[in-house]
């Protein structure tokens, strides 16, 4: 069965960095698409960020030039660099990643950001 596992979530005051990482198991088939999506309190889950295999990366506006996307596909693992936090960044942080024709989802890790 084929899960997404993210960790590296946590509490950081504004300004601060934290890198999360989410590791693929149960496949050996090299994802397509892997991305990060966020869903803070009351808002729908949006995208931060995403990453082709072998294509260019896309960020949401609102974290251009603070978050960095990254994969290791050796290890079916995709990471999100997040520096110069803001309070509205605060969200659960959600992996996702496209495996042929499914769609798979992490159980999500909370980032918390305080001013």
């Known amino acids: 069965q084929v899960q997404l596992v993210e960790s590296g979530g946590g509490l950081v005051q504004a300004g601060g960095s934290l890198r999360l990482s989410c590791a693929a198991s149960g496949t050996i088939f090299r994802f397509n698409a892997m991305g990060w999506y966020r869903q803070a309190p009351g808002k729908q889950r949006e995208l931060v960020a995403d990453i082709p295999n072998g294509g260019h990366t896309n960020y949401a506006d609102s974290v251009k030039g603070r978050f960095t996307i990254s994969r290791d596909n050796g290890k079916n693992t995709v990471y999100l660099q997040m520096n110069s936090l803001k309070p509205e960044d605060t969200a659960v942080y959600y992996c996702?990643?496209?495996?042929?024709?499914?769609?798979?989802w992490g159980q999500g890790t909370q980032v918390t950001v305080s001013s």
């Open positions: 996702n990643g496209q495996l042929q024709v499914r769609t798979y």
